[in-house]
């Protein structure tokens, strides 16, 4: 699914990344980062296996860890833990997953009937 794999190559990036972060944010910021990522990529995967009425909230969920990340990511910037070069990097793919997961969530809700 592309979007999974716009994101996993986005990680990829994060990853290359967070080994240049100072230690003493290597087991607090970076992990937080880290944990937010897997987590999206898991709420991706699981949404594409799941019925209709199950994905919704879970592309919700998806989007509300993007917007997690977003948030960390420009923290990390605002301290200088990620230099602008590599935050508008992430930033430009993460928003371009924001947008994938903006669409995905257009689609299903055009699908779903209220209840």
């Not at 998806?62 to 948030?71: E, H, M, P, V």
């Not at 590599?86 to 669409?103: F, Q």
């Amino acid at each position: 699914m592309p979007i999974i794999n716009h994101t996993l190559s986005v990680y990829k990036i994060w990853h290359e990344y967070k080994n240049n972060f100072p230690k003493n944010l290597r087991y607090t910021l970076v992990d937080k980062i880290d944990s937010i990522f897997i987590n999206l990529l898991e709420y991706l995967f699981v949404a594409t296996y799941q019925n209709k009425e199950e994905k919704l909230p879970t592309i919700l969920l998806a989007l509300r860890k993007t917007d997690l990340l977003k948030f960390f990511l420009r923290v990390s910037w605002e301290i200088h833990a990620l230099d602008n070069k590599k935050y508008i990097e992430i930033s430009e793919k993460l928003a371009e997953v924001g947008r994938m997961l903006g669409g995905w969530k257009k689609g299903l809700e055009s699908k779903t009937p209220p209840k």
